[in-house]
């Protein structure tokens, strides 16, 4: 089944399990803002409230909004963005914000909808519609660009910018703060980039190929010299057959690859199987740690920031496939997760 028809799927499915058009109607006559106009610029008090669908955008809208707004994540840590539903709270939160931040390209899956229809009533930026499409991966075959931009530091530099010139949008007052603030931050990620490059250049050349649960690392393998294989497609609707497992087991035993990783937010029962399956073909394979995909760490934690979930993944994953990486990573902040 091509994977574009199985994020429509997904989206028909949230569909019927929400009556999102009924509950959103109602909401908006109890909260009394049907007539605010979607992309008026805004002239409220400060700090404005923002949203953000997932965590890895939740952090640039604090990190570029700064004080001028308080920012809430709408879908949490070790949350599948891909297949979750909008609870009546979580509309609630979106109905109360000023602005809102989603990643867009089919990443929100279910939440689509009612993203569309608040966006009649409030400005909602699609951040990864305002990324140079010449920077995007196509998903093979299904002519959809791939939404997981952020495993590549110099594409969430991208993105950083593309919020910055959203909010210039929408609160044009402050358009220099939040490119000020926009600058500063990169200077951070170029950073964690040039840490990434080395550590991940540091992995033996016949090693540098990385199993994981679902296809949400291709990103970072373009970025960083690594071949990377999922089991999944890029939507973790999708589902592996045994074909699929059976094709990579083989590959686990002929390129004799130590380690396989799983995800935060992503069901490790197929990881498992190849690791069972290189078993019985008399190769040991390992579980070379649990990454963060389409969630961040937990709030108040460095992982449960963009700079620390990277630096958690490129350091977990250069130890685990024969590279070197500080145990405490590029700060010396990880815990002992990786």
Do not use: C
């Not at 170029?190 to 199993?211: F, G, N």
């Amino acid at each position: 089944m091509q994977r574009k028809t199985l994020y429509a799927d997904g989206r028909r499915r949230g569909r019927e399990l929400l009556n999102l058009g009924a509950i959103l109607i109602a909401m908006v006559v109890i909260l009394g803002n049907a007539d605010r106009p979607a992309m008026a610029q805004y002239e409220g008090d400060y700090p404005y409230r923002s949203a953000a669908t997932v965590g890895m955008l939740a952090d640039i809208v604090v990190n570029v909004a700064g004080d001028k707004s308080t920012v809430t994540q709408v879908i949490g840590a070790g949350v599948d963005p891909h297949v979750y539903n909008p609870t009546r709270s979580d509309l609630a939160t979106l109905l109360k914000a000023d602005v809102i931040f989603q990643v867009g390209l089919l990443l929100e899956g279910q939440m689509g909808d009612a993203l569309d229809k608040i966006g009649k009533r409030r400005p909602v930026f699609a951040i990864g519609d305002r990324i140079d499409k010449q920077f995007l991966l196509e998903d093979a075959g299904a002519g959809h660009p791939d939404p997981h931009v952020w495993m590549d530091v110099q594409g969430w530099m991208r993105a950083v910018a593309a919020v910055a010139d959203a909010l210039g949008e929408f609160d044009p007052a402050n358009g220099d703060v939040y490119t000020a603030n926009a600058q500063a931050y990169i200077k951070v990620l170029e950073a964690l980039d040039a840490y990434a490059k080395r550590v991940l250049a540091s992995i033996p050349a016949d090693k540098r190929i990385m199993i994981t649960a679902h296809d949400a690392f291709s990103y970072l393998g373009r970025a960083y010299g690594i071949e990377v294989v999922g089991i999944q497609g890029l939507s973790t609707e999708s589902e592996a057959g045994l074909k699929d497992i059976n094709r990579i087991v083989g590959l686990l035993v002929e390129r004799q690859i130590p380690a396989v990783f799983v995800e935060t937010s992503v069901s490790d029962k197929n990881v498992k199987a190849l690791i069972e399956g290189a078993g019985a073909k008399g190769h040991r394979v390992r579980i070379g740690g649990e990454l963060f995909s389409d969630a961040m760490g937990r709030a108040g934690t460095y992982e449960g920031t963009y700079v620390g979930m990277i630096d958690h993944n490129v350091t977990t994953i250069a130890r685990a496939l024969g590279g070197e990486a500080p145990a405490g990573g590029m700060q010396g902040k990880l815990g002992g997760a990786h």
